[in-house]
């Protein structure tokens, strides 16, 4: 069984940055593709970004474009989702998501195992 666990979420003012952590158990992390996703309060949740099992691509959703990075360490079993440019639309759940395909994606139904999430407020 695959567990996840995010970490790093906290509060920070529009325009600043945050940098938040997935670390996941098991020994096939590296053949993992693994996404970020979050949900606001009323709404549900979306897409955020992914990374191929080797980090060699990306998929962002249109609203982060430019301003998210999806990054992954396999040595520490680890991936991570470096925010700039935070807005206070931004706020939300930050769930961390696995799946036991190489493949990055962005539909949600096709990830297997998730995070407990990780709150991240952006003040204005």
């Known amino acids: 069984q695959v567990q996840l666990v995010e970490s790093g979420g906290g509060l920070v003012q529009a325009g600043g940055s945050l940098r938040v952590s997935c670390t996941a158990s098991g020994r096939t992390f590296s053949r993992k593709a693994m996404g970020w996703f979050r949900q606001a309060s009323g709404k549900e949740r979306e897409f955020v970004a992914a990374?191929?099992?080797?980090?060699?691509?990306?998929n962002y959703a249109h609203s982060v474009k430019g301003r998210f990075t999806i990054s992954r360490d396999n040595a520490k079993n680890t991936v991570y989702l470096q925010m700039d440019s935070l807005k206070p639309e931004d706020t939300a759940v930050y769930y961390c998501?696995?799946?036991?395909?190489?493949?990055?994606?962005?539909?949600?139904?096709?990830?297997?195992?998730w995070g407990g999430g990780t709150q991240v407020t952006v003040s204005s």
């Open positions: 990374v191929s099992s080797t980090g060699g691509s990306t």
């Open positions: 998501a696995a799946r036991r395909d190489d493949y990055l994606t962005g539909l949600e139904a096709l990830y297997d195992y």
